[in-house]
């Protein structure tokens, strides 16, 4: 369980107390590690990512909330099997049950492909992404399910997207710049990341924010498929999750895998509280 979170699966008081009808942000692990390139280990992303936020304070101070208020329900792990397309589906219905019910999901990966449903899930004007790589390939290895073509996959198979924001990309082959020189692409560079402001870019519509976890240096989150040297800062991960959390309706943190101590999963923990502090502060 996502601590701070009630446990939907133990039948807990808590539980009861914030129902299907009531929860206002849905966690849900999705341990796909089907399409992973490098270091393997994307299946232990959401169970890391619970471990590490363990320490973490129930209060924020800066927004004066306390986690535990805010109608967080964790439902467990998407058992992840080795058919995607089905696997994608199947994740999909989970999710959207939660948007169905007024509820913000919050996708715990797993390989980057899971974003896709939950992109599918939100069908959100402006797909966010803090990433690394560009993820733009039409298919990787001809897989177009591949973790390196996510984004493109949102871009062109969710009807309802309309652009897609990338942020900390750093690398790409010659045909993903290509076609991030599209009008419904916006690249910002590491350098630029701290100084981005989305203006009213992002008001009145529909936001999906996805945070794979390389978009970090791997200095601070070796723990990662494939590292990619001269990335952000945790402060400006934070940043832009504070930035964008108001607007969004839907949230992943992807690409935690188990080969470094715990510093990609207690980033990625903490944006998780992040995201949903500045959330629910509106």
């Not at 107390?17 to 992303?45: H, S």
């Not at 803090?130 to 298919?139: K, S």
């Not at 949102?154 to 290509?178: C, F, K, M, P």
Request: one cysteine or more; proline letters at 6%; a negative charge.
């Amino acid at each position: 369980m996502f601590p701070g979170a009630a446990d939907e699966r133990e039948g807990t008081d808590a539980a009861a107390d914030a129902d299907r009808g009531d929860a206002n942000f849905v966690v849900v692990g999705a341990p796909l590690d089907a399409t992973t390139t490098f270091q393997p280990g994307t299946r232990f992303g959401p169970q890391r990512i619970r471990t590490f936020a363990e320490p973490f304070d129930d209060y924020d101070h800066r927004t004066g909330q306390h986690f535990s208020d805010l109608g967080v329900v964790d439902r467990g792990d998407v058992r992840a099997w080795d058919d995607v397309p089905d696997y994608l589906e199947y994740l999909t219905s989970t999710l959207r049950e939660a948007v169905w019910n007024d509820a913000v999901p919050l996708l715990l990966g797993g390989e980057h492909t899971v974003s896709l449903a939950g992109a599918r899930a939100v069908e959100p004007d402006v797909f966010v992404c803090l990433d690394a790589h560009l993820d733009l390939y039409r298919a990787y290895d001809g897989n177009p399910l591949s973790h390196a073509a996510v984004t493109r996959r949102i871009l062109e198979d969710v009807d309802a997207v309309e652009e897609a924001i990338i942020l900390g990309a750093r690398t790409g082959s010659e045909a993903e710049w290509e076609r991030a020189a599209a009008d419904d692409v916006t690249v910002v560079p590491p350098e630029d990341v701290a100084g981005w402001d989305p203006g009213d870019r992002l008001a009145d519509r529909d936001v999906y924010l996805s945070v794979d976890i390389d978009a970090a240096d791997p200095g601070f989150a070796p723990g990662t498929g494939t590292t990619e040297p001269f990335g952000l800062e945790p402060r400006e991960l934070r940043d832009i999750v504070h930035t964008v959390a108001p607007h969004a309706d839907g949230f992943d943190v992807v690409e935690v895998n188990d080969r470094d101590d715990g510093q990609a999963a207690a980033l990625a923990a903490k944006l998780v509280r992040e995201f949903v502090f500045s959330n629910a502060n509106g």
